[in-house]
Nanobody, 118 residues
Framework: QVQLVESGGGLVQAGGSLRLSCAAS????????MGWYRQARGKQRELVAT???????NYADSVKGRFTISRDNTKNMVYLQMNNLKPEDTSVYYC????????????WGQGTQVTVSS
């Protein structure tokens, strides 16, 4: 079993910053890609950013230049630094990871709420 636990969400004013963290634990052999997704009320879940095991990153156009994804492979953690937040960034943010245990599986965290006030 693998668990992903997010932390760092909260309420912030527009223009502010937050840093999300996600810790993976369990019977992990290795972790391939890790990523952040978000889902606003009434909308579909969408990609925010991903980072491969080698460090290559990918961002949604809406967050490029404002958000930075990083990972610490020694701690099985992924981070999302969010700067210059906008009200439209308000969502529940989920981390995910492609994890090798006895098989290769995709796992999700439970989500953390980010609310940006105008």
């Amino acid at each position: 079993q693998v668990q992903l636990v997010e932390s760092g969400g909260g309420l912030v004013q527009a223009g502010g910053s937050l840093r999300l963290s996600c810790a993976a634990s369990g019977s992990i052999v290795s972790i391939n890609s890790m990523g952040w997704y978000r889902q606003a009320r009434g909308k579909q879940r969408e990609l925010v950013a991903t980072v491969a095991s080698g460090g290559n990153t990918n961002y949604a156009d809406s967050v490029k230049g404002r958000f930075t994804i990083s990972r610490d492979n020694t701690k099985n953690m992924v981070y999302l630094q969010m700067n210059n937040l906008k009200p439209e960034d308000t969502s529940v943010y989920y981390c995910n990871a492609v994890v090798m245990t006895t098989y290769r599986g995709l796992y999700w965290g439970q989500g953390t709420q980010v609310t940006v006030s105008s």
